[in-house]
């Protein structure tokens, strides 16, 4: 009462074909759906130009701060910079400024 040869062979031919179909299901899944898949493509890319932009802002901003502190350097100070520096460190005010008081909560005195 076995199964005949004929239908061993086609069970086997069969069985061959759907774990071929599944493999190659398997790998085309995840060419879309895995995490380095097509889908995940856009989301990747949508991430790398925002790394972007904000990668050009921080530049931007190094070169304004590199300016700034090139000149309180002693090769070429800027007087304007020193002075600048020197009240924000100090508390100091010049002659000339004119100072407004501020109160607990920004009120003025």
Do not use: C
């Not at 190659?24 to 995940?40: E, M, P």
């Not at 972007?52 to 090139?70: G, I, K, M, N, S």
């Amino acid at each position: 009462m076995g199964m005949s040869p004929e239908l061993k062979r086609r069970a086997g031919t069969a069985a061959g074909a759907v774990l071929g179909a599944a493999v190659i299901g398997f790998f085309v899944w995840h060419t879309l759906q895995g995490s380095r898949g097509l889908i995940a493509l856009g989301a990747i890319k949508e991430q790398l130009a925002i790394a972007e932009t904000e990668l050009a802002r921080l530049e931007a901003e190094r070169a304004r701060l590199e300016a700034r502190v090139d000149g309180l350097r002693p090769e070429h100070l800027d007087a304007d910079a020193l002075d600048e520096r020197a009240r924000a460190m100090l508390n100091l005010s010049g002659r000339d400024d004119m100072v407004i008081l501020y109160g607990p909560g920004g009120r003025l005195y």
